[in-house]
């Protein structure tokens, strides 16, 4: 059964700060890999994605994608209070029409 | 990023009534949609795969006559939650990739509480 594991949290870092939310998978097969911020009520938001191994950076975000140890991060420099919510690492096997497959989330709390 | 509109935002429904959801992708073709529920303070769970023109593919245990998707064009597919009871109660969302990169856009999400 494919699975994709994050740490619930909270994870709690000063304004400011790098938050870093880390995220490993079950399946070797995984292709492309998704990081989404859902607040409290609200529906989930791309912010990121990775297909390669190695960084990608997007603003204040990078992800860090490492297949042979099965690991995707999400590193979020100079945090901001509004980066306060639920991040979701997504994965998908890269099959036809196949949905991502969703961890449970890490909840951010970046305090002023 | 390509626009998923779902709607209703959220619905307050008696038990043993039926309610149905519309998810609309504005400006692309989706010829496949997703539909997941998400419980207080869970992940997204997928519920079915939505292909156009053909029936939905249903995860295991959950009830396809229960949860009835009909995805009538390449824009629209329509969830209804029949003969609603209060353990139905969640935030149902659905999403819709864009093309061939596989990015999944999703919709608001609905509310669905089932006194």
């Known amino acids: 059964q494919k699975e994709v594991e994050q740490n619930s949290g909270p994870l709690s870092v000063p304004e400011g700060a790098i938050a870093s939310l880390n995220c490993t998978y079950s399946d070797r097969g995984s292709q492309s890999f998704f990081w989404y911020r859902q607040y409290s ?27 042979a140890s099965q690991y995707v991060s999400l590193l979020i420099r100079d945090s901001q209070p509004s980066d306060s919510a639920t991040y979701l690492c997504a994965v998908n096997v890269n099959q036809a029409g196949t949905a991502l497959i969703f961890g449970k989330g890490t909840t951010l709390s970046v305090s002023s | 990023g390509a626009v998923v509109s779902q709607h209703p935002s959220w619905v307050i429904c008696k038990s043993g009534t ?51 998707i009909n995805h009538a064009s390449l824009t629209l597919s329509t969830l209804t939650v029949t003969s609603a009871h209060p353990e139905d109660s969640s935030f149902y969302i659905c999403s819709a990739r864009q093309g061939i990169n596989e990015k999944l856009f999703f919709g608001s999400g609905t509310q669905l509480s089932v006194l």
């Open chain 1, 41 to 67: 009520g609200k529906s989930p938001e791309l912010i990121m994605f990775i297909y390669s191994n190695g960084d990608k950076e997007d603003g204040r975000f990078t992800a860090q994608l490492n297949k």
């Open chain 2, 18 to 68: 039926s309610v149905k959801i519309e998810c609309r992708s504005l400006d692309f073709q989706a010829t496949t949609m997703f539909w997941y529920r998400q419980f207080p303070k869970q992940s997204l769970m997928l519920m079915a795969t939505s292909n156009e023109g053909s029936k939905a593919t249903y995860e295991q245990g959950v009830e396809k006559d229960k949860f009835l």
